[in-house]
């Protein structure tokens, strides 16, 4: 296989991935907000591509960065650099294939856990166990294992104040519409902390902490402003029943779309790298002929993935979510907010640390959170059974299928580099 | 991410409304049934009293529904254990009325004096008002999820609870006098017909004890 050939051959693989990215996790960020009818299918997959696409392009670098060289060290493919071109291909495929396999059968497998088992999958291949970058690896099995619970206390924190500052009240709807900008200030301020927190790698934006707490503090302040100029007015008397709460559901709708809208902006800064990581691993080798160490993550990538996420969702998520919309009457946009606020702030300041979390399970556990603060009617918790299982199955078995791939691929090609 | 769906359970609430709804019904057959016994109408007491018995079949089949709403990985607001508690105290319910009708079967009831009479008949509209003020109680419940076991319903849903109190324990005034008129006339009746309308008293007082079981499992979900 020529270099050419190759460099296309990955970025259709790539593609297929962004594309199963969006087509799967799309309902991580907006199904929430359609299930509780504060979006309409239409305006979710608008909100959602415009805003995963900036959150692959302004913060996916960092994940990227991990889930390129940061799992398995360079170093083994340096004598035969087409391993490494082989093997991320393979990744690619198999995350991909994987995904679409168990999307089909609505299984809740994270898209991270897959390419992070498929990369590991054929570094110890080739380069033994000792080829694994071990620390790295435990920091995002941690990631796995703390952010759901990070955005299940979030959540249930969320929920809990919501309950007893606002629900509690003889007149909910009325107690709602004076916090609203309270809610919107905190909102600004937690989401401008999380993404200015070392700077914007892409926009060469460098910040030092203090800096980004003074902008945020300031942002947030400018959310206030907003808030209280957008309070809903609604004329909803006091009654303490069904009135009072249906006034305090219609503030909340407008919150929750905001927070929805930054689910779909860290989900795509997080789960861009899946992949658009392998693929710059490629990319890089391949024009420089040698396995490199240091290499920025291109525009252009992040671009490519951010494409293939929307396109995604807006072919395949559309469907998803609709069916999601029809089956899920239990979610309001009280609980929707908290839940979603638990996620993203979660899965944002994942991203800003370089770590692959999954989306899935984070929303999961805040869901969970939400639950746990009486939130819901019923939850069932052999999902989290079945995330449990999935732990267990998806990194052998993307691994397993990654390995099958780096043969076949190898087979093919003789040379790419 | 069609398991998005999947992490929300049918609400079990849904169906324990049904069911006390139903196990009210049951007891509701009661007054026509006893009227019919105290006129010596036995033809009529012999149909009302399988009506009754159906109604509390239909019951078990609403109270199976909620059974099997409630998987060991069901996460709720309440604990599983205190809402199957609510739902047998429900069935218990249905279960006093059927055993009513049955006792009123089982011998052809000799004619009782006015005076007992008389409040066997308010014994039974008095349980009766505990059960339906108590399937008020049960129906709030999906209100309460809604505000999240918080604001004035509570306080509304408690005042409630204590007004089913009250009449309890009306009732079990009444359940006193009446045993003590029946005492007054004991001689009038035979031994065996002493036997069945001690029997049948006990019923008619646990639909109401019952009742206010219910709602006494009904305050657990409450405290915080």
Redesign the interface.
């Known amino acids: 296989m020529t270099p050419t050939v190759v460099l296309v051959i990955t970025g259709i693989i790539g593609l297929y991935m962004a594309w199963n990215i969006g087509a799967n996790d799309v309902a991580n960020a907006m199904g929430t907000s359609v299930g509780s009818g504060a979006l309409t299918l239409k305006q979710a997959i608008v909100v959602a591509g415009l805003l995963e696409f900036c959150g692959a392009v302004l913060v996916g670098a960092y994940v990227t960065d991990t889930v390129r060289k940061g799992i398995v060290d360079p170093v083994i493919f340096a004598s035969d650099p087409n391993t490494l071109i082989y093997g991320m291909m393979g990744a690619l495929a198999s995350a991909a294939l994987w995904l679409n396999l168990s999307s089909y059968f609505g299984w809740p497998v994270s898209t991270t856990h897959s390419i992070v088992g498929a990369v590991s999958g054929f570094g110890i291949l080739i380069g033994g166990f000792s080829a694994i970058k071990w620390w790295t690896m435990f920091k995002i099995v941690s990631s796995w294992v703390v952010s759901p619970v990070v955005g299940g206390l979030t959540g249930y924190i969320v929920y809990q104040v919501i309950r007893k500052t606002v629900i509690a009240k003889d007149d909910p709807g009325a107690a709602a519409r004076k916090q609203f900008f309270l809610w919107t200030g905190l909102l600004m301020f937690v989401v401008s902390l999380v993404t200015l927190f070392k700077g914007l790698k892409n926009l060469k934006l460098k910040l030092s902490s203090l800096q980004a707490l003074a902008l945020s503090s300031g942002l947030g302040v400018l959310g206030m402003i907003i808030g209280k100029v957008l309070a809903p007015r609604t004329k909803w008397g006091k009654d303490g029943g069904e009135g009072g709460l249906k006034a305090m559901e219609s503030t909340f709708t407008s919150l929750q779309v905001v927070t929805a809208a930054t689910v779909a902006f860290a989900h795509g800064a997080n789960d861009v790298a899946n992949a658009v990581g392998p693929m710059a691993a490629v990319i890089g080798t391949v024009r420089s002929g040698a396995v490199a160490q240091k290499v920025d993550v291109p525009i252009w990538i992040l671009l490519l993935g951010g494409a293939g996420i929307v396109v995604g969702l807006a072919t395949y998520g559309y469907k998803v979510m609709a069916t999601i919309g029809q089956k899920i009457t239990e979610i309001t946009p009280s609980r929707g907010f908290a839940a979603e606020f638990g996620a993203a702030i979660t899965i944002l300041l994942g991203s800003k640390l370089g770590l692959p979390l999954s989306t899935t399970h984070t929303l999961v556990g805040s869901v969970l959170g939400v639950g746990f603060a009486r939130g819901f009617r019923a939850l069932n918790m052999k999902v989290v059974r079945s995330i449990a299982f999935s732990w267990i199955l998806t990194i052998p078995a993307a691994a397993g299928v990654c390995i099958v791939f780096f043969y076949i691929f190898r087979f093919i090609g003789i040379v790419a580099v | ?13 849904t169906p324990l409304i049904a069911h006390q709804r139903k196990a009210q019904e049951c007891a509701e057959a009661v007054p026509a049934l006893m009227a019919a016994a105290l006129a010596e109408d036995y033809a009529n007491v012999a149909i009302l009293a399988k009506r009754t018995s159906t109604l509390e079949f239909e019951a078990d089949a609403l109270k199976t529904k909620v059974r099997d709403g409630l ?1 060991k ?5 309440v604990s599983r254990g205190d809402l199957l508690g609510v739902l047998e105290a429900q069935d218990e319910i249905a279960d006093c009325a059927e055993d009513i009708g049955v006792l009123l079967t089982m011998r052809q009831m000799e004619a009782v004096p006015d005076e007992v009479a008389t409040l066997i008949t308010e014994l039974v509209e008095a349980s009766v008002r505990v059960v339906q003020k108590t399937t008020s109680v049960v129906e709030r419940l999906d ?1 309460l ?9 509570v306080e ?1 849903l408690l005042g409630l609870i204590n007004l089913v109190d009250r009449e309890e324990h009306a009732a079990d005034k009444v359940q006193d006098q009446l045993a003590k008129a029946f005492f007054r006339h004991e001689d009038t009746f035979k031994p065996a017909a002493i036997v069945i309308w001690m029997k049948i008293f006990r019923k008619i007082g646990n639909l109401a004890n019952n009742a206010e079981r219910v709602t006494r499992r009904i305050r657990l979900f409450l405290a915080e």
Do not use: D
Request: charged fraction near 10%; charge should be positive; glycine fraction near 10%.
């Open positions: 991410m069609a398991w998005l769906p999947n992490l929300f359970a049918k609400s079990p609430f998987p990985g069901i996460f709720m607001p209100g999820v809604k505000s999240s076991f918080s604001g004035p319903q509304k």
